[in-house]
T-cell receptor
Framework: AQSVTQPDIHITVSEGASLELRCNYS??????LFWYVQSPGQGLQLLLK??????LVQGIKGFEAEFKRSQSSFNLRKPSVHWSDAAEYFC???????????FGDGTTLTVKP | DGGITQSPKYLFRKEGQNVTLSCEQN?????MYWYRQDPGQGLRLIYY???????QKGDIAEGYSVSREKKESFPLTVTSAQKNPTAFYLC????????????FGDGTRLSIL
């Protein structure tokens, strides 16, 4: 069975600092991988996705993520965080078997001025 | 702009009552999904549908029912059999590529009276 672990429940960074959110997955083959962002009381917005090909994926809002098969990881990065990036971030793994996505428990990002 | 509309935003259920959450999309997406989100947790899949008049159970389908009579609509009924319905419910949709949720509505928060 597939699973996702986001080791950090809460991260605080200063505005302008770099950010890395960790995501580790368990899946028998090459998975589909996703990062989403959620603001309080709202739905999720897809930041980026990996299906195949280049392991460094560019997304919206200046985010990128790198798929590392050897480490079963798909960490999300941003070089300079803005106050508006404060939100909850979810990593998800999807099996090619359609519709079956598993979400991590999320990482809450706080941005200090 | 295309998107997913969920209604109502807030819903209250009495004991023994069935309630229906609405989800409409104008993205012309084939696949639609219902997720449940509890505090501090990721999303858990309730039901999903890849085509009209067809749907599959997700990981926590007990106490819920759905229908998919039209491509743009995927209502979720929370039945009286669901003993712990208080949660945030999210509807999502996707194109055929990867068939993983890519667009989300803003959610419905269901509470018990």
């Amino acid at each position: 069975a597939q699973s996702v672990t986001q080791p950090d429940i809460h991260i605080t960074v200063s505005e302008g600092a770099s950010l890395e959110l960790r995501c580790n997955y368990s899946y028998g083959a090459t998975p589909y991988l996703f990062w989403y962002v959620q603001s309080p009381g709202q739905g999720l917005q897809l930041l980026l996705k990996y299906f195949s090909g280049d392991t460094l994926v560019q997304g919206i809002k200046g985010f990128e993520a790198e798929f590392k098969r050897s480490q079963s990881s798909f960490n999300l990065r941003k070089p300079s965080v803005h106050w508006s990036d404060a939100a909850e971030y979810f990593c998800a793994v999807g099996a090619p078997e359609r519709g079956k996505s598993t979400f991590g428990d999320g990482t809450t990002l706080t941005v200090k001025p | 702009d295309g998107g997913i509309t969920q209604s109502p935003k807030y819903l209250f259920r009495k004991e023994g009552q069935n309630v229906t959450l609405s989800c409409e999309q104008n993205l012309n997406h084939d696949a639609m999904y219902w997720y449940r989100q509890d505090p501090g947790q990721g999303l858990r899949l309730i039901y999903y549908s890849q085509i009209v008049n067809d749907f599959q159970k997700g990981d926590i389908a007990e106490g819920y029912s759905v229908s998919r009579e039209k491509k743009e609509s995927f209502p979720l009924t929370v039945t009286s059999a669901q003993k712990n319905p208080t949660a945030f419910y999210l509807c999502a949709s996707s194109r055929a590529e990867g068939n993983q949720p890519q667009h989300f509505g803003d959610g419905t928060r269901l509470s018990i009276l």
